[in-house]
């Protein structure tokens, strides 16, 4: 199975379209991911969605908001209380994980390996077939 991130935004605003693909479609979330991180001195969070794949595709879509809101343990924000509750209404508990920023990394692409692998690892994503 391909699993792929697809980045919406860094959160600022479109972590409200990551909500509402939630919303739309919360019988098909798998988990919801918090992944913080800290990045130019910045305490951050990385909101996700893994998503089941549709009609027994191959393909499974990770949606990402990339470091673009605080990490609420840091600093309370309403934009994660309102993905929070998203994920609750789902039947889901947002799972968190404490990463490497992705200014590390040279290319974005490497970073979103990097989570794949950590997500592999911890069995929240079935392993490459």
């Known amino acids: 199975m391909i699993q792929k991130f697809i980045e919406l935004g860094e959160g600022y605003a479109d972590i409200y379209e990551l909500i509402d ?23 951050t969070a ?14 499974q879509p990770i949606y990402i908001c990339r470091e673009g809101i605080p990490n609420p343990h ?21 799972r968190e994980f404490t990463i490497k920023p992705s200014n590390l990394f040279p290319e974005t692409e490497l970073f979103y390996q990097h989570l794949i692998g950590i997500l592999r690892m ?3 994503i079935a392993p490459l077939t």
């Not at 019988?27 to 130019?40: G, L, N, P, T, V």
């Not at 600093?75 to 994660?80: E, Q, T, Y």
């Not at 209380?81 to 609750?88: G, H, I, R, T």
């Open 21 to 43: 693909l939630g919303e739309r479609m919360p019988d098909r979330i798998q988990h919801a991911i918090a992944f913080y991180s800290e990045k130019e001195g910045k305490p």
């Open 46 to 59: 990385s909101l996700s969605l893994v998503m089941k794949p549709a009609f027994g595709d191959k393909f």
């Open 74 to 94: 840091e600093m309370p924000n309403k934009r994660f209380d309102l993905f929070k509750e998203m994920a609750e209404k789902a039947g889901k508990e947002v």
């Open 122 to 124: 911890n069995r929240f």
